[in-house]
């Protein structure tokens, strides 16, 4: 994998918008799925109702973490099959996601900052075990296909510029 600092970041930079858009896509069709008309942007989901049943929340709101961590772990399950530098883009994205939301969640709870309140657990219990859980699977990654820290100090400032792209984007085109 040589060539993975050029490539890795092209494909990380190609990647983010689909996996920020599924994400909130399945936010989305967990909720549409229960019956609910649901309203979709880039950066969020919400019911188009005032006040949906606690349950139907819980639902809608673990749907996106769920889809998040099904795209790492089988991204990972990839990497020890094949070479392709898609699916560590694909894993170090998923984890970077899921970081940023349980950073944000200091001053707002993300999703499973809301999951983990809501199960007694406190505001960071969930967010640090799908975290760290996303983040052993990244390094045992990146480990056995020799990616150093180059790499992954350059997916950092990709994964930050891309995020901080579709935010603004949100913002611009949704309010």
């Known amino acids: 994998m040589r060539d993975i600092n050029w490539r890795f970041q092209l ?22 799925l229960q ?3 649901m309203i979709m942007t880039l950066n969020t989901v919400k019911f188009a109702i005032d006040e949906p049943p606690e349950m139907a929340q819980h639902i809608v709101t673990a749907a996106g ?25 694909a894993l170090y994205y998923a984890v970077f996601m899921r970081l940023v939301a349980m950073l944000i969640s200091a001053s707002n709870p993300n999703d499973e900052a809301r999951l983990s309140i809501a199960a ?4 960071w219990t969930l967010p640090a075990i799908v975290v760290l859980g996303l983040l052993a699977l990244t390094i045992d990654a ?12 350059g997916a950092y400032f990709t994964s930050s510029i891309g995020v901080t792209a579709i ?9």
């Open 11 to 32: 494909v990380l930079l190609a990647s983010i918008p689909f996996q920020f858009i599924f994400h909130e896509l399945a936010h989305w069709l967990a909720g549409t």
């Open 35 to 37: 019956g609910y008309d």
């Open 65 to 89: 973490p769920l889809f998040t961590i099904l795209v790492g772990v089988f991204a990972w399950w990839q990497l020890r099959r094949d070479k392709h530098v898609f699916w560590y883009a």
């Open 120 to 123: 007694g657990l406190g505001t």
């Open 142 to 153: 990146a480990r056995r296909r020799g990616i150093g820290w180059k790499p992954n100090l």
């Open 167 to 175: 935010v603004f984007a949100d913002r611009l085109l949704f309010g």
